[in-house]
């Protein structure tokens, strides 16, 4: 796909903690750069999405930051779809900071240039509106696991490491991001594969 002529766009999905974004860098990091030192594959998180957290405030929803509800579904959709065309000659996408727990606009730059989006999302095979317009705009998709004690090792030790208590880290993990990730596995039958890591 990075020695294509044209754009396309490959998809991670898995459950918080499943190794997405760092499957997401090593792919684009395997796939290189070209001769002139122009990257071939470019990551865009699906996190960036994730509301304002003092919008969360004013919905009620940020004991459950994550959720699908929680993110601009409508404004991903919308920007995967300008990455799909292709046709600016530089796209930006957003970001995610997990130290300030809020969205950055504007911070990946995705020029035309580039071959290859991977995008990585808990969301992106969901069939329910306006998530369901994502799969028919993956050129391929996988969906990524690990074991369940892994996985949640990683999360715990994520919240951990980002303010949380190693008690609140836990129940966080089994609460909120385990319904996420119980309704997350119920799309993993429309990847084109399943990747094991840990």
Known sequence: MADAGSRSVVGLAGAPG???STLAARLADAVGAKPDGTPRAVVVPMDGFHLAQAELERLGRASRK????????HGFVALLARLRAAEEDVTYAPSFDRTLEEPIAGAIPVPRAIPLVIVEGNYLLADAPPWDAIRPMLDLAWYVEVPETVRLERLVARHVAHGRSAEDARAFA??????NADLIATTRHRADAVVGLG
């Open 66 to 73: 994550g959720a699908i509800d929680t993110f601009d579904g």
């Open 18 to 20: 499943s190794g997405k």
């Open 174 to 179: 089994l609460g909120s991001d385990q319904a």
